[in-house]
């Protein structure tokens, strides 16, 4: 039984939302699909509400937080997309671990996928195309004898420290170039 999906989200109204005008569109979204997902699951808990999340990861069902984390800089940057797509997704994830068997359940399973489209009506994707450039910089280069890396100032600093990165496709040990992306464009 397919059931209706969330409205779309405004995206004249989206664009003249300050932080935490975002916030709250973020928490009403997720409240919206809460609404849905209770039909199937009258007993749902509600899920707290971070946006705490940072990197490539655009959203993330934490269990043991007990709620759903949401990238700031990725929702700020593809808002009506974010709010389409990502919460969905992390809403799907939130009720299929709450049905009986959903701790058994594959992350992106036949059960996830169901929900996604016959809750949702949306198609089951698993990752998102949103740029995470300025979500997860990675300045620092290293480099093989295949290609150019990117590290992160955490990766970067272990680096420094004495830990060994090997290139997965040609295994060799990655050197520290000296510069960095963010140094080359100024």
């Known amino acids: 039984m ?19 005008g975002l916030a709250q569109a973020l928490h009403a979204r997720v409240e919206a699909a809460y609404a849905l997902c209770r039909e199937v699951h009258p007993h749902l808990p509600r899920p707290r ?53 959903g701790r058994r359940a594959r992350p992106h399973g036949r059960e996830w996928q169901t929900v996604m489209r016959r809750l949702f009506g949306l198609p089951p994707s698993t990752t998102h195309r949103f740029d995470t450039g300025r979500a997860s910089p990675a300045p620092h280069r290293y480099a093989c004898g295949c290609r150019e890396h990117a590290f992160t100032p955490r990766r970067h600093a272990l680096a420094r420290q004495g830990r060994r990165y090997r290139c997965r496709h040609c295994a060799e040990t990655l050197v520290y170039r000296g510069d960095s992306v963010l140094e080359n464009a100024t």
């Open 49 to 101: 509400i971070w946006l705490d999340l940072r990197g490539q990861s655009a959203g993330q069902a934490h269990f043991g937080r007990g709620g759903l984390r949401f990238n700031p800089v990725l929702y700020a940057e593809n808002r009506e997309a974010f709010l389409a797509e990502v919460v969905p997704h992390e809403m799907a994830h939130w009720l299929v671990h709450h049905l009986s068997d």
């Open 2 to 20: 397919t059931r209706a999906a969330l409205p779309p989200p405004d995206p004249a109204r989206l664009a003249t939302l300050d932080r935490e």
